[in-house]
């Protein structure tokens, strides 16, 4: 069976030069783009992807908050993050659930091995990038998660809280929508056990995760 791909890039011409390689391989289909996380998320619901390519820079719903989105609605969803952007946004994409990160610097071979390696049920690292880096913020990860109640999401959350961020600068820095922002403060205030931002603060430093 075919292994299907979504394609989610804002550039039209890379979503076609990926299509055109892609589709040169006998067990390779894409099945759909997408040019933003919208767009993404209504073609996952029409074409039953196998592998999502996902770029992280795009106008409305990034692809750090479109990997959380589909992952809610479809946990069995394979991400592939492929950006310009290095190590940069690894540990948000990790976080979001990928289990593969390259960048677009990748050779088409490498790429094509990555998709097939994910779709075997592997998780797969850029060759440019630490091997180690992915298993250093998962311990970092599961670290906080037994350290503190919260989420390694909602701990940047908290922190961007204590630099004065509004929501809405938590929202452009973190590529999420101000509603899941909302619901994600929400949720801190619960497990802090507090009722306002200034006393999350105060209980997040009382607890030593700054």
């Known amino acids: 069976m075919d292994i299907r791909v979504l394609l989610v890039d804002d550039h039209p011409v890379v979503r076609q030069g990926l299509r055109r390689m892609l589709e040169l391989e006998e067990d390779m289909e894409v099945v759909a783009e997408a040019s933003s996380g919208e767009e993404a998320l209504e073609k996952m619901e029409t074409s039953s992807p196998h592998i999502i390519v996902m770029d992280i820079r795009m106008p409305g719903t990034g692809g750090i908050e479109a990997i959380r989105q589909i992952k809610e609605r479809h946990p069995e969803a394979n991400v592939v993050v492929l950006t310009l ?25 490498e790429l094509i091995q990555a ?15 630490s091997r180690g880096l992915f298993n250093e913020f998962a311990t970092l990860a ?48 619960d497990k802090l056990e507090v009722k306002d931002r200034a006393e999350a603060v105060a209980e997040a430093y009382r607890r030593g995760l700054f």
């Open 85 to 109: 952007y290095g190590e940069q946004y690894l540990v948000q994409a990790i976080e979001a659930g990928a289990v593969g990160y390259l960048v677009k610097d990748v050779g088409g071979e």
């Open 115 to 129: 998709i097939r390696a994910v779709h075997q049920g592997e998780s797969i690292l850029h060759s440019s990038l």
């Open 142 to 189: 599961k670290g906080n998660s037994q350290r503190c109640c919260l989420s390694p999401r909602e701990l940047e959350i908290i922190r961007l809280i204590s630099s004065g961020a509004t929501n809405k600068e938590i929202a452009a820095q973190l590529f999420l929508s101000d509603t899941t922002v909302k619901r994600a403060i929400s949720r801190i205030f």
